[in-house]
């Protein structure tokens, strides 16, 4: 499959070959027609497959021809559950588009007011926006919907985690019956497929790889600690790895982030925290001074994580493991991103045993033990292997060590990082002309 044959628009066809796309992901080649065929999608792909642009470049396709309503509001709604994942939409439509002429904006919690009223009284044409905040300016009466082509809703099972449910269905009741939905999500069942049951009208339904197909690329490894000392010990070994580039390390509390962040900066890593206290212009420092490489470790939480898309991301330190599984295949797949490969370590504590069960269970994999000679854990681990596949055990085998030519899948534009509640024109330098 080429981009070509997905007939998209020419200028859209420029900015993907100078992005250094050569085909489609398999999400793309799946979604992107349906979409453009104005269907309905649910698409369960998860994060680093190239689910942002199945989505993006339809939706820039759509603004390529002129709206038949002559109002000022969007015309695509993309609805993410985090500033750093509105963030990465908007950067990607930014890239995709940048032949194109059209404005873009986005809207998200923890950012000022006055810069967002003043983004929404103007004319816009791509929203992207987190659904509280939406919320709270609609029921002020600030956004006209009257335009709205197409909704978006992005990691829509991470939106019903976090409680937006309610938001996302006001936010879809006031848009136009006749727009487009297109929801992408881990998963597909259960809550997801009720909302989808009520938002959407005769879905296309898109499932791609399973639970345990994904994450091919990354090498789990598991060691198993005695306490947080044994934790530190270990981390100071690991980061003098050559191969380690830039990684994510996290951890379970934001104070923890702190205090790690600290440490390590203190005896000479280049490192920084990323965690919910700090505030969205803090967060997008440590995201662009890791994507810069001014920072190399981000000592991290796991809301504040989501949704970074850093490319050359080595490593995924799991300092703590995460209390869902769910986290865990969010986390790891912070490396080993769009074909590149990726090392994803965690430590176990012997009071980790049933967080390590559900992952292992969740993922069907069991994660392959390492242990590092004058580092071994003094207490024995108990059993904690789920009944099923060993698939797993082959990596244990060969460590594969990330190379940096996965330096090659980030395209030229993806340093742009959108400061939130901007309002942004694409196009050929004409600051007051609508496109
Ligand atoms: P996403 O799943 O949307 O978070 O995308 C993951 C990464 O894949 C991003 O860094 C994109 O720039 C990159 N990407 C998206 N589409 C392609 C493609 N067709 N070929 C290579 N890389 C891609």
């Given at each position: 499959m080429t981009f070509e044959k997905l007939a998209l628009h020419p200028s859209i066809l420029k900015a993907i070959t100078e992005s250094g796309y050569t085909a489609p992901t398999p999400i793309q080649t799946q979604a992107i027609p349906q979409a453009l065929a104005g269907h309905d999608l649910m698409a369960s792909a998860q994060t680093g497959t190239g689910k942002t642009a199945a989505f993006v470049m339809p939706a820039l396709q759509r603004l390529s021809t002129a709206s038949t309503v002559n109002s000022r509001g969007p015309r695509v709604l993309v609805l993410t559950p985090t500033r750093?994942?509105?963030?990465?939409?908007?950067?990607?439509?930014?890239?995709?588009?940048?032949?194109?002429?059209?404005?873009?904006?986005?809207?998200?919690?923890?950012?000022?007011?006055?810069?967002?009223?003043?983004?929404?009284?103007?004319?816009?044409?791509?929203?992207?926006?987190?659904?509280?905040?939406?919320?709270?300016?609609?029921?002020?009466?600030?956004?006209?919907?009257?335009?709205?082509?197409?909704?978006?809703?992005?990691?829509?099972?991470?939106?019903?985690?976090?409680?937006?449910?309610?938001?996302?269905?006001?936010?879809?009741?006031?848009?136009?019956?006749?727009?487009?939905?297109?929801?992408?999500?881990?998963?597909?069942?259960?809550?997801?497929?009720?909302?989808?049951?009520?938002?959407?009208?005769?879905?296309?339904?898109?499932?791609?790889?399973?639970?345990?197909?994904?994450?091919?690329?990354?090498?789990?490894?598991?060691?198993?600690?005695?306490?947080?000392?044994?934790?530190q010990r270990l981390l100071t070994h690991l980061l003098e790895d050559i191969n380690l580039d830039k990684a994510i390390v996290f951890t379970a509390t934001k104070r923890g982030a702190d205090r790690l962040a600290k440490t390590l900066y203190a005896k000479g890593h280049p490192a920084a925290a990323l965690h919910g206290d700090m505030n969205q212009n803090q967060r997008n420092r440590a995201i662009t001074n890791l994507r810069s490489g001014t920072v190399r470790l981000l000592v991290a939480t796991d809301v504040a994580a989501r949704g970074i898309d850093v490319s050359g991301i080595t490593h995924v330190i799991n300092f703590d493991l995460p209390k869902s599984a769910e986290d865990y295949v969010h986390r790891i797949g912070r490396t080993g991103?769009?074909?590149?490969?990726?090392?994803?370590?965690?430590?176990?504590?012997?009071?980790?045993?049933?967080?390590?069960?559900?992952?292992?269970?969740?993922?069907?994999?069991?994660?392959?033990?390492?242990?590092?000679?004058?580092?071994?854990?003094?207490?024995?681990?108990?059993?904690?292997?789920?009944?099923?596949?060993?698939?797993?055990?082959?990596?244990?085998?060969?460590?594969?060590?990330?190379?940096?030519?996965?330096?090659?899948?980030?395209?030229?534009?993806?340093?742009?990082?959108?400061?939130?509640?901007?309002?942004?024109?694409?196009?050929?330098?004409?600051?007051?002309?609508?496109?």
């Amino acid at each position: 499959m080429t981009f070509e044959k997905l007939a998209l628009h020419p200028s859209i066809l420029k900015a993907i070959t100078e992005s250094g796309y050569t085909a489609p992901t398999p999400i793309q080649t799946q979604a992107i027609p349906q979409a453009l065929a104005g269907h309905d999608l649910m698409a369960s792909a998860q994060t680093g497959t190239g689910k942002t642009a199945a989505f993006v470049m339809p939706a820039l396709q759509r603004l390529s021809t002129a709206s038949t309503v002559n109002s000022r509001g969007p015309r695509v709604l993309v609805l993410t559950p985090t500033r750093e994942l509105a963030n990465q939409v908007t950067a990607a439509a930014i890239k995709y588009g940048k032949h194109m002429r059209f404005r873009i904006g986005s809207v998200v919690g923890g950012m000022p007011y006055p810069p967002q009223m003043r983004l929404l009284s103007q004319p816009l044409d791509i929203l992207v926006a987190t659904p509280g905040r939406l919320l709270d300016h609609m029921e002020r009466g600030r956004i006209d919907y009257s335009r709205l082509e197409v909704l978006v809703l992005d990691e829509a099972d991470r939106m019903l985690d976090m409680g937006f449910i309610h938001a996302v269905e006001k936010i879809a009741a006031a848009t136009p019956a006749t727009r487009q939905t297109l929801l992408f999500s881990a998963t597909l069942d259960g809550n997801i497929a009720k909302l989808a049951s009520r938002l959407l009208k005769n879905p296309k339904r898109i499932q791609m790889a399973t639970q345990q197909e994904r994450h091919e690329n990354i090498e789990q490894r598991l060691h198993h600690v005695d306490d947080g000392a044994h934790k530190q010990r270990l981390l100071t070994h690991l980061l003098e790895d050559i191969n380690l580039d830039k990684a994510i390390v996290f951890t379970a509390t934001k104070r923890g982030a702190d205090r790690l962040a600290k440490t390590l900066y203190a005896k000479g890593h280049p490192a920084a925290a990323l965690h919910g206290d700090m505030n969205q212009n803090q967060r997008n420092r440590a995201i662009t001074n890791l994507r810069s490489g001014t920072v190399r470790l981000l000592v991290a939480t796991d809301v504040a994580a989501r949704g970074i898309d850093v490319s050359g991301i080595t490593h995924v330190i799991n300092f703590d493991l995460p209390k869902s599984a769910e986290d865990y295949v969010h986390r790891i797949g912070r490396t080993g991103r769009a074909g590149a490969k990726g090392i994803a370590i965690s430590f176990a504590a012997p009071d980790n045993f049933q967080q390590l069960r559900d992952i292992e269970r969740f993922t069907q994999q069991t994660i392959p033990s390492h242990v590092i000679p004058g580092l071994e854990p003094t207490s024995k681990p108990r059993q904690h292997a789920p009944s099923g596949q060993r698939r797993g055990s082959s990596f244990s085998q060969k460590p594969r060590h990330p190379g940096n030519s996965q330096r090659y899948f980030k395209g030229k534009g993806g340093q742009n990082q959108p400061g939130s509640g901007q309002g942004r024109r694409q196009g050929s330098g004409d600051a007051g002309g609508h496109g």
